[in-house]
């Protein structure tokens, strides 16, 4: 079947790198998505990761490893504006989009 | 006008009720989607329409009827619906529907049935 994990909530301090892990199971693979929602928000793009390896994006750095079927998106020096949900998706097929749970990040101060 | 808007924000419903939700997305894009968001649930895909043709029907009750009248409006029409369907309902588009476009969302209609 085709599956994405992720953890429901993770909790860190502001000011520290915080790690969300994403494991999937999928038939075909066509890259994998991190989406951003802040409670009562849209969803927002934050990363697509295609090929193995390290994107970084600011603040933001999305890694891939296709042969684990697993990816980690790692937020560094944390700010309390990014408590938020993180969705992690992956697409199968035309027009479908597998997506996890999401992990809700708490950023204390 | 921002990308993808989604009206109302806010609706509260009976089991005999009537309603719509629509979207409207400013970006040009081909493709246009409805998403049920329940809490600790993996977004759930209902409707998909391409060019305002339905390319996807994810065996959604027939309680919800979608309707796409061009390619930049889409609306979701509720009827005698369950206390089940109370969740955040969101509308996307993307402009590449081969599976590796990214989403683009409306920032969602919370519905609650009484």
């Known amino acids: 079947g085709q599956n994405i994990d992720q953890p429901t909530e993770m909790t860190a301090t502001e000011g520290a790198i915080v790690q969300i892990n994403c494991t999937y199971q999928t038939s075909g693979f066509n890259g994998l998505f991190w989406y951003q929602q802040h409670a009562g928000e849209a969803p927002t793009f934050l990363s697509y990761?295609?090929?193995?390896g390290l994107e970084e994006k600011g603040r933001f750095s999305s890694f891939l490893s296709r042969s684990k079927g697993y990816s980690y998106l790692l937020l560094k020096e944390l700010q309390m504006k990014d408590s938020a949900s993180y969705l992690c998706a992956v697409p199968s097929g035309t027009y479908k989009y597998i997506f996890g749970t999401g992990t809700r990040l708490k950023v204390l101060a | 006008e921002t990308g993808v808007t989604q009206t109302p924000r806010h609706l509260v419903m009976g089991m005999t009720n009537k309603k719509s939700l629509k979207c409207e997305q400013h970006l040009g894009h081909n493709a246009m989607y409805w998403y049920k968001q329940s809490a600790k649930k993996p977004l759930e895909l209902m409707f998909v329409y391409s060019l305002e043709e339905r390319v996807e029907n994810n065996s959604v009750p027939s309680r919800f009827s979608p309707e796409c009248p061009n390619s930049s409006h889409l609306f979701l029409h509720l009827h005698t619906l369950q206390p089940e369907d109370s969740a955040l309902y969101l509308c996307?588009?993307?402009?590449?529907?081969?599976?590796?476009?990214?989403?683009?969302f409306g920032e969602g209609s919370r519905l609650t049935v009484l």
């Open positions: 996307a588009s993307s402009q590449d529907g081969g599976g590796a476009g990214e989403l683009f």
């Open positions: 990761n295609v090929l193995d």
